[in-house]
Structures are given as structure tokens and as C-alpha cells.
T-cell receptor
Framework: DVKVTQSSRYLVKRTGEKVFLECVQDMDHENMFWYRQDPGLGLRLIYF???????EKGDIPEGYSVSREKKERFSLILESASTNQTSMYLCASSLFRGLYTFGSGTRLTVV | AQSVTQPDIHITVSEGASLELRCNYSYGATPYLFWYVQSPGQGLQLLLK??????LVQGIKGFEAEFKRSQSSFNLRKPSVHWSDAAEYFCAVGAPGNTGKLIFGQGTTLQVKP
């Protein structure tokens, strides 16, 4: 089974901190995605990557950046965390369109 | 722009009753359509998918969905709900191009009464 591992299940950070969320997949998938999940809003795409060092903005990239130096790892960076970035963050990888494998999520609280 | 609407935020059904979760999409061409389920405290898991062909698709855990092009719908059904089906359900459509992006609906939370 493909596994997508998110490094932290829960995180609490202070406003203004730089925050790194890590995601690793073990199945050589080309595509990786970062979504945030908020009640009533579903999942919204922040960034995605279709190859090493390649990235594209999703629907809500403001305040975020990403890094993909190796195929298996896709990092989401909050440059200066704010309280409105308190959310559940979900990473996914995909070999073929739409067939995602999701990680368990990181619940981030910014205080 | 592509979008997905799940009109029901919460649904409560009795165990053993039938279930239908609604999903409507806006898309200019033949879409790729998906249903994912998120159990409490877990990531999302693929229930079923529609790419082409037979408009009635079968998934895991006894779920099925029907693609109706004329109604722009992809409703999820199960004939008899089990308590373990309590979860949040997301409908999604594949975005145009070859990026593999998905556009998700808002989600429907299913509660199952004993």
C-alpha cells in the first residue's frame, strides 16, 4: 500500500513563526498536493507539484510556499504564521489523475 | 469555473436505512468524478470513481454512485447503512488538463442512529 506520512499530527505555533509541514510518500508518485480543510468549506488546494522542483499555485496560495527537492518529499511552509491559518492540513500524492492517497493530516493551531 | 456542490451539510439516517448523498458539479466537458470518505481522525479514503463508460459505478464498503450527465450529478448511494459508515463524505471532480488536481465539495457529515 502507498503510504503518505505527515510528520506531525498536532502542532501549536505562535503568530509570526515560520512553520514547516512535512509530507513524505513511499511510492514514487509524480504528483503531490497540499490542501487545507475547514468546516463548511471542504478541501481547498494550496499548492501542488508534478515533479521535483516543479510547483504550481492552487486556489489559496497566499501566505504559503512549498518545497520539493526530492520526489518523495513535499513541504508546506507558512512564512509568518497567522491565526487565520489555523486549520487541518492534508497532504496527498497521486500517480494518476484523481486517485489520491492522503496522509492523516496535521492539525495546526496558531496562537 | 469548475465547482462541486454538496447541498446537504449534515444527514442523519437510522442504521439499516438507505442512504443517498447528493453531489452536483459544474464542468465544461466529461468530468472525472470521485467520492472520498473521511472517518473521524483519519485522512481521506477513495470510495469510488467515474472516468467513463457505465454510469453506475460500484465502490468499496457497499457504496455505489450514478453519473447523470443531464443533471450534472454524481449521487452516492448505499442500500443499508451501518453504524461504521458515520463519517464525512466528499465529492470531487478532476480539474481540466493533466495536472491531476481535484476540486472538492464542501462535504456531507453522515450521522447514523442506532
Amino acid at each position: 500500500d502507498v503510504k503518505v506520512t505527515q510528520s506531525s499530527r498536532y502542532l501549536v505555533k505562535r503568530t509570526g513563526e515560520k512553520v514547516f509541514l512535512e509530507c513524505v510518500q513511499d511510492m514514487d508518485h509524480e504528483n503531490m498536493f497540499w490542501y487545507r480543510q475547514d468546516p463548511g468549506l471542504g478541501l481547498r488546494l494550496i499548492y501542488f507539484s508534478y515533479d521535483v522542483k516543479m510547483k504550481e499555485k492552487g486556489d489559496i496560495p497566499e501566505g504559503y510556499s512549498v518545497s520539493r527537492e526530492k520526489k518523495e518529499r513535499f513541504s508546506l511552509i507558512l512564512e509568518s504564521a497567522s491565526t487565520n491559518q489555523t486549520s487541518m492540513y492534508l497532504c496527498a500524492s497521486s500517480l494518476f489523475r484523481g486517485l489520491y492517497t492522503f496522509g492523516s493530516g496535521t492539525r495546526l493551531t496558531v496562537v | 469555473a469548475q465547482s462541486v456542490t454538496q447541498p446537504d451539510i449534515h444527514i442523519t439516517v437510522s442504521e439499516g436505512a438507505s442512504l443517498e448523498l447528493r453531489c452536483n458539479y459544474s464542468y465544461g466537458a466529461t468530468p472525472y468524478l470521485f467520492w472520498y470518505v473521511q472517518s473521524p481522525g483519519q485522512g481521506l479514503q477513495l470510495l469510488l470513481k467515474y472516468f467513463s463508460g457505465d454510469t453506475l459505478v460500484q465502490g468499496i464498503k457497499g457504496f455505489e454512485a450514478e453519473f447523470k450527465r443531464s443533471q450534472s450529478s454524481f449521487n452516492l448511494r448505499k442500500p443499508s447503512v451501518h453504524w461504521s459508515d458515520a463519517a464525512e463524505y466528499f465529492c470531487a471532480v478532476g480539474a481540466p488538463g493533466n495536472t491531476g488536481k481535484l476540486i472538492f465539495g464542501q462535504g456531507t457529515t453522515l450521522q447514523v442512529k442506532p
